[in-house]
C-alpha cells in the first residue's frame, strides 16, 4: 500500500488541491459564510497549513520544485472565480510557506 500511495503522490496532491482551491471557495460563497470567518479560518489557517504540508510531502516527487507552484496556481484560479481580487496576495504567502517548508524538508 505504501508503495501504491508513493507510485500516485501526485494524484492526491492535485485532487486536494482542487479541494481546498476550488470547490471549498464555492461551497463557503455558496453557504454565505461571514468574510471574517472565510478569511480568517480558510485563507489563513487551512489553507496556509496544506501550503506547509505539500513542501513537506513533494521532496521525493521528480522535478518536485516545480510542484511548489502547482497549489498556489491552482488557489488563484479558484481566486479568480469567487474572491475579490486582492486576495491574489495570499498566493504568494501560500508559495513561500511552501518554499520554507520544502527547503526544511530533509531529502
Do not use: T
Not at 10 to 38: E, H, M, N, S, T
Amino acid at each position: 500500500m505504501h508503495n501504491l500511495l508513493d507510485k500516485y503522490r501526485w494524484q492526491g496532491l492535485i485532487c486536494i488541491d482542487l479541494l481546498l482551491g476550488i470547490i471549498l471557495p464555492f461551497f463557503i460563497k455558496w453557504v454565505g459564510i461571514d468574510k471574517a470567518w472565510r478569511f480568517g479560518l480558510i485563507f489563513i489557517v487551512i489553507n496556509c497549513l496544506w501550503s506547509i504540508v505539500i513542501g513537506n510531502i513533494i521532496k521525493p516527487l521528480p522535478h518536485s520544485w516545480l510542484w511548489l507552484f502547482v497549489w498556489p496556481l491552482i488557489y488563484m484560479v479558484g481566486n479568480w472565480l469567487f474572491y475579490p481580487k486582492y486576495a491574489y496576495l495570499f498566493a504568494i504567502v501560500y508559495l513561500g510557506a511552501s518554499y520554507i517548508a520544502y527547503g526544511r524538508e530533509k531529502g
